[in-house]
């Protein structure tokens, strides 16, 4: 046999080698994430993000996982559905910090399970790296931490030098409680603890409320009246009502006295689900708060 003919069968196993390796270690997936039970629809996010999404057996009702086939609702948060969690024998559950009493419930099933902090960005960009190591998938976190970071770094740069022109950036975010035609007590007033004080930090500006998130119940409409804020920013989770309108909502906040953002029109109603669900997609939701706060700002270059 001549050196050009054996070279031929070693050239194609070298060349099959080239081709099989990328191929090999983007379909690797860890044992422990073989069978994944998401408890957020961040989690989720994450698990998409990093490519391995399709591992996903079990999911919440709040989950757009459970419109995939071979994904089962597991029930919410507060009713979480623990036979249909067996039932999809899963390698690993994981869920957010908030799920304090979970584990030890899981560990008595017989259910690995970790969990994660999207309560704020670090929290976040954490989660991924935590969720990557643990499935094999590394890279592919690390790619992602330095993505978003680098979109989070861009838009503060863009956004920051506009913050600076306000007298008195500081922003009042409140969730939910629009019932009706006004506002209810129902609402919850984000604080300094908070995914939004995150989010409104970077781009410069402040929180108006320095406390930890707190229910509505908690204050008196004198109170948040009291912490005079240059603009509202009310986060209106998809409960499949109507949104109300910028008129409609100043409105709201005039009949409890905060007459001067009212009249000034600086009340913003958002809803896009990366403000609604802290995850990867949070340069997203920093983006939709500036160009909403800074609009007046943009406006008079």
């Known amino acids: 046999m001549s050196p050009l003919t054996w070279g031929r069968p070693l050239l194609s196993v070298v060349w099959l080698f080239i081709l099989w390796v990328p191929v090999s270690q983007a379909e690797f997936v860890s044992g422990d994430c073989k069978r994944i039970v998401s408890l957020a629809p961040s989690i989720t996010e994450v698990l998409d993000e990093i490519g391995i999404g399709s591992h996903v057996v079990g999911a919440t009702r709040y989950d757009s996982a459970i419109e995939r086939s071979g994904v089962r609702s597991i029930g919410g948060f507060l009713d979480t559905n623990f036979e249909a969690m067996i039932q999809v024998h899963p390698s690993i ?12 419930r899981l ?3 017989g259910l690995t399970s970790i969990t994660v902090d999207h309560r704020d960005i670090q929290g976040i960009l954490d989660s991924i790296s935590i969720i990557g190591s643990l499935c094999g998938k590394e890279l592919e976190a690390n790619l992602l931490r330095t993505k978003l970071v680098d979109q989070q770094t861009k838009i503060e740069a863009e956004f920051r030098p506009l913050t600076e022109r306000l007298a ?16 209810s007590r129902s609402l919850y007033v984000s604080g300094k603890d908070g995914f939004y004080a995150d989010l409104l930090s970077g781009l410069g500006f402040e929180n108006a409320y320095r406390g930890l998130t707190a229910s509505g119940a908690t204050f008196s409409w004198e109170g948040i009246r009291s912490l005079k804020p240059f603009a509202i920013v ?5 409960s499949g009502t109507r949104v109300p309108s910028r008129n409609e909502l100043a409105t709201m906040w005039k009949a409890v006295g905060l007459d001067q953002v009212a009249d000034r029109k600086r009340v913003f109603a958002l809803h896009d689900s990366s403000l609604i669900i802290p995850g990867p997609h949070y340069p997203i939701a920093q983006r939709i708060l500036a160009e909403t706060l800074l609009e007046e700002v943009q406006d008079a270059e």
């Open 168 to 183: 008195d950036p500081a922003v009042l975010v409140v969730i939910g409680g629009v019932e009706g035609e006004g506002l």
């Open 234 to 238: 009310h986060i209106l989770p998809d």
């Open 93 to 104: 559950v994981i869920a957010l910090h908030e799920y304090t009493s979970l584990p030890q």
């Open 107 to 109: 560990k008595s099933l």
